[in-house]
């Protein structure tokens, strides 16, 4: 059957993957090889030229890694994926494989840090400008943002650690009206929540170390393209550059375009940043990823369960400020999420916490089942002071731009027995405010 017409479990289960071209085997193998066997000039050549599908080197491709990256994109309904070794490398890849040569990102401030530091730090570097919207719910704001040279649109579906829901299918739309591609990391929802390729996406980026993976024992990044945006447009063109690397079996120079008409983005960086940059995905890395795969939808599911309940706790709680999540009572983006996430907004949120410095530090410290620790998504709940850990990289000023408090603390709530959790949050904000 085309996995087009299989559901999101099934496909989350089986996609991509057919035991008779692996030795009938039920569970993914590892392939633990550095390299393959050619077989003879012949079959070399036609792999080089794209005639034949197959692998050389891991470092450019396994099948391993090759059924996750077939299965994500299934998922996402991409054309598309590559797999690379972390979350950070999918995004710089991915926006590099954009504007390199220079010219200009459009984002938010409302990103993980470590994003925001390496857009302010790593890409300048490369002769490549990040500008940022002051108000992300206006869609005029990145009209107005949007210079000659900008090359693409950068957001988050649901931002961290706020919870800031993304109008992924209007920032589309503009970004397609100035023919700019519009990249979305989807890290917090996954592919069970929100499947951005759907509202005008061009490409989709996840660090499959959180939910994906789910279970904090991976570091992993994927790349989905859509298979729709234009890259022969004339603003971009190393896709239309011809390389000899890409020469067809008549010894022809061509370009990524026409050597991989349906995945061009992908392949170019595949062959380019991959292949030279090697930020590669293990084979067992992938297949943690891939048993990680075939629960999310279940883990998925308790997860908004128990954050929609402890949010409920929350709200009831004298020494709580706010908290940010689209299922808390007044949240600005409650239509945005029944749009976009029907199924639920994920199990990420932040609130506030009516204290002192050394009171925050205490409730902190008097957590038991919460870990302490600076990751999401995990089978586990997890707790963690942004300002200090995973924003920890920005100024004051900047902090308070993207609306980091000091006050603030993030959840990110896993499979536990809910009232388990609410029980722990009780005996801490106790401690911290006996």
Same mark, same amino acid.
Do not use: C
């Given at each position: 059957?085309?996995?087009?017409?299989?559901?999101?479990?099934?496909? *989350?289960?089986?996609?991509?993957?057919?035991?008779?071209?692996?030795?009938?085997?039920?569970?993914?193998?590892?392939?633990?090889?550095?390299?393959?066997?050619?077989?003879?000039?012949?079959?070399?050549?036609?792999?080089? +030229?794209?005639?034949?599908?197959?692998?050389?080197?891991?470092?450019?491709?396994?099948?391993?890694?090759?059924?996750?990256?077939?299965?994500?994109?299934?998922?996402?309904?991409?054309?598309?994926?590559?797999?690379?070794?972390?979350?950070?490398?999918?995004?710089?890849?991915?926006?590099?494989?954009?504007?390199?040569?220079?010219?200009?990102?459009?984002?938010?401030?409302?990103?993980?840090?470590?994003?925001?530091?390496?857009?302010?730090?790593?890409?300048?570097?490369?002769?490549?400008?990040?500008?940022?919207?002051?108000?992300?719910?206006?869609?005029?704001?990145?009209?107005?943002?949007?210079?000659?040279?900008?090359?693409?649109?950068?957001?988050?579906?649901?931002?961290?650690?706020?919870?800031?829901?993304?109008?992924?299918?209007?920032?589309?739309?503009?970004?397609?009206?100035?023919?700019?591609?519009?990249?979305?990391?989807?890290?917090?929802?996954?592919?069970?929540?929100?499947?951005?390729?759907?509202?005008?996406?061009?490409?989709?980026?996840?660090?499959?170390?959180?939910?994906?993976?789910?279970?904090?024992?991976?570091?992993?990044?994927?790349?989905?393209?859509?298979?729709?945006?234009?890259?022969?447009?004339?603003?971009?063109?190393?896709?239309?550059?011809?390389?000899?690397?890409?020469?067809?079996?008549?010894?022809?120079?061509?370009?990524?375009?026409?050597?991989?008409?349906?995945?061009?983005?992908?392949?170019?960086?595949?062959?380019? &940043?991959?292949?030279?940059?090697?930020?590669?995905?293990?084979?067992?890395?992938?297949?943690?990823?891939?048993?990680?795969?075939?629960?999310?939808?279940?883990?998925?599911? *308790?997860?908004?369960?128990?954050?929609?309940?402890?949010?409920?706790?929350?709200?009831?709680?004298? *020494?709580?400020?706010?908290?940010?999540?689209?299922?808390?009572?007044?949240?600005?983006?409650?239509?945005?999420?029944?749009?976009?996430?029907?199924?639920?907004?994920?199990?990420?949120?932040?609130?506030?916490?009516?204290?002192?410095?050394?009171?925050?530090?205490?409730?902190?410290?008097?957590?038991?089942?919460?870990? &302490?620790?600076?990751?999401?998504?995990?089978?586990?709940?997890?707790?963690?002071?942004?300002?200090?850990?995973?924003?920890?990289?920005? +100024?004051?000023?900047?902090?308070?731009?993207?609306?980091?408090?000091?006050?603030?603390?993030?959840?990110?709530?896993?499979?536990?027995?809910?009232?388990?959790?609410?029980?722990?949050?009780?005996?801490?904000?106790?401690?911290?405010?006996?």
């Amino acid at each position: 059957m085309a996995e087009v017409s299989l559901g999101f479990d099934t496909i *989350k289960v089986r996609g991509g993957y057919d035991p008779k071209d692996h030795n009938y085997a039920v569970s993914v193998p590892i392939y633990q090889t550095a390299s393959y066997e050619l077989g003879d000039t012949e079959r070399f050549e036609r792999i080089r +030229s794209f005639s034949e599908s197959g692998f050389l080197y891991t470092r450019i491709g396994n099948p391993t890694v090759d059924v996750l990256e077939q299965r994500i994109a299934a998922l996402d309904g991409g054309r598309a994926a590559i797999a690379v070794a972390s979350g950070m490398a999918a995004i710089t890849y991915s926006l590099l494989n954009i504007a390199e040569g220079g010219g200009r990102i459009l984002t938010t401030h409302q990103l993980y840090g470590g994003t925001v530091d390496h857009f302010k730090e790593l890409f300048p570097k490369f002769g490549i400008a990040v500008d940022k919207v002051e108000n992300p719910d206006d869609i005029e704001s990145f009209r107005k943002a949007i210079k000659e040279d900008t090359k693409v649109i950068y957001i988050e579906s649901i931002s961290n650690p706020n919870a800031i829901v993304a109008d992924i299918e209007a920032i589309a739309n503009l970004a397609h009206e100035y023919d700019i591609p519009l990249v979305v990391d989807n890290t917090f929802a996954t592919p069970y929540l929100l499947n951005p390729l759907k509202y005008g996406a061009d490409i989709v980026v996840y660090s499959a170390t959180k939910a994906i993976g789910g279970h904090g024992n991976v570091i992993a990044g994927v790349i989905v393209e859509g298979g729709t945006y234009n890259w022969s447009n004339g603003k971009y063109p190393q896709f239309t550059a011809k390389h000899y690397l890409l020469r067809d079996a008549e010894g022809n120079e061509r370009s990524f375009a026409e050597a991989a008409p349906g995945a061009p983005f992908v392949t170019r960086i595949r062959m380019n &940043y991959l292949a030279y940059f090697g930020a590669v995905l293990s084979p067992f890395d992938a297949y943690l990823v891939l048993l990680g795969l075939e629960t999310l939808s279940e883990r998925i599911q *308790k997860q908004v369960a128990n954050t929609e309940k402890i949010i409920r706790y929350l709200e009831k709680e004298e *020494k709580v400020l706010w908290i940010k999540h689209p299922s808390a009572e007044g949240s600005p983006y409650k239509e945005l999420a029944a749009k976009y996430l029907p199924k639920g907004a994920g199990g990420v949120f932040s609130f506030g916490i009516k204290g002192s410095e050394t009171q925050i530090d205490t409730f902190i410290n008097s957590v038991k089942l919460f870990s &302490y620790q600076a990751n999401v998504g995990d089978a586990r709940s997890l707790i963690v002071n942004p300002p200090k850990i995973t924003h920890g990289e920005l +100024s004051p000023d900047e902090q308070k731009v993207a609306d980091i408090t000091s006050e603030t603390i993030r959840l990110s709530i896993g499979l536990e027995d809910g009232e388990d959790l609410i029980a722990d949050l009780k005996q801490a904000f106790n401690a911290a405010f006996k």
